[in-house]
Antibody
């Protein structure tokens, strides 16, 4: 069974960094794209990062480019999202999702940016 | 960027009736490999999005056959035949043809 479990969320102050983790199991992690998608409270879904299977290529929307860094450790079956210089508008539930022929999502982790 | 535009439902939908949710993309999602890069999700209250349909019309494993996806390169429909209480939530379409990946704004389904 495919499982993705996010961790590392919490309450941080504006301007602070935070690193999220995504522990994967039930599939060959090294063969899959990993994506991060977020959802602000009461809002829709917004893609924030993608990384290819071997970690050599990454993609970001303009809203987080230069602040967020996605990575993956295929030996540990874990993906990461390093978030720097956090802003109040980054407050959201963050989901990791693998892309194979189909997409599988984790349950999400909440990040709150507030002073 | 590819803009995904979703239609609304005439809520609430009577239990047992069918419901169709539309999604339109600003660019064709049909790839040269013949696949259409469109997903449909259901997000039930308090839960993460659940994949219903991928490649526009392929039902995900474990998903009821009451759900079906269809469409062309830019116009898509998710049909729910005989809606049930467990179908309540927000439905999203997503394109993954190119970056930035984009989602529709969501369509809420309520049951009467």
């Amino acid at each position: 069974e495919v499982q993705l479990v996010e961790s590392g969320g919490g309450l941080v102050q504006p301007g602070s960094p935070l690193k999220l983790s995504c522990a994967a199991s039930g599939f060959t992690f090294s063969s899959n794209w990993l994506n991060w998608i977020r959802q602000a409270p009461g809002k829709g879904l917004e893609w924030v990062a993608s990384i290819n299977p071997d970690g050599s290529s990454t993609y970001y929307p303009d809203t987080v480019k230069g602040r967020f860094v996605v990575s993956k450790d295929n030996a540990k079956n874990t993906g990461y999202l390093q978030m720097n210089n956090l802003r109040s508008e980054d407050t959201a539930m963050y989901y990791c999702a693998r892309r194979a022929a189909r997409w599988d999502w984790g349950q999400g982790v909440m990040v709150t940016v507030s002073s | 960027d590819i803009v995904m535009t979703q239609g609304a439902l005439p809520n609430p939908v009577p239990s047992g009736e069918s419901a169709s949710i539309t999604c339109q993309s600003s660019k064709s999602l049909l790839h040269s490999n013949g696949k259409t890069y469109l997903n449909w999700y259901l997000q039930r209250p308090g839960q993460s999005p659940q994949l219903l349909i991928y490649w526009m019309s392929t039902r995900a494993s474990g998903v009821s056959d009451r759900f079906s996806g269809s469409g062309s390169g830019t116009d898509f429909t998710l049909k729910i035949s005989s809606v049930e209480a467990e179908d309540v939530g927000v439905y999203y379409c997503q394109q993954f043809l190119e970056y930035p990946l984009t989602f529709g704004s969501g369509t809420k389904l309520e049951i009467k």
